[in-house]
């Protein structure tokens, strides 16, 4: 187990456990994610990952599986950010979550 108490570390764990969800769809779009572009992404982008994961289950599918948008722009580019990368990745190392 990694004992990295820096507050980037910190934040980095609250993410992954907020990352798992209910769900194994959104596990499987959301946990690829943070792990392989979130240290990429902008500050507010990371901002915005961060309030998305905030969100209800039924929300995030919705918006993930591409039946609605969110209506918040930031919301909205992140949301559009984690499809493209599921689109465009291969995740097939995750399919065992």
Same mark, same amino acid.
């Given at each position: 187990?990694?004992?990295?108490?820096?507050?980037?570390?910190?934040?980095?764990?609250?993410?992954?456990?907020?990352?798992?969800?209910?769900?194994? $769809?959104? %596990?499987? *779009?959301?946990?690829?994610? /943070?792990?392989?572009?979130? +240290? &990429?992404?902008? $500050?507010? %982008?990371? *901002?915005?990952?961060?309030? /998305?994961?905030?969100?209800? +289950? &039924?929300?995030?599918?919705?918006?993930?599986?591409?039946?609605?948008?969110?209506?918040?722009?930031?919301?909205?580019?992140?949301?559009?950010?984690?499809?493209?990368?599921?689109?465009?990745?291969?995740?097939?190392?995750?399919?065992?979550?």
């Amino acid at each position: 187990m990694n004992d990295d108490n820096s507050p980037a570390a910190i934040l980095r764990k609250r993410l992954y456990w907020h990352s798992r969800r209910g769900m194994w $769809e959104l %596990d499987l *779009l959301l946990i690829p994610f /943070l792990e392989q572009r979130f +240290d &990429q992404i902008s $500050e507010a %982008d990371q *901002l915005a990952y961060q309030q /998305l994961i905030e969100g209800e +289950d &039924q929300d995030l599918f919705v918006w993930l599986m591409h039946r609605e948008w969110p209506e918040e722009p930031s919301q909205r580019r992140i949301v559009q950010m984690i499809v493209e990368h599921a689109e465009t990745t291969d995740n097939s190392a995750y399919r065992t979550l």
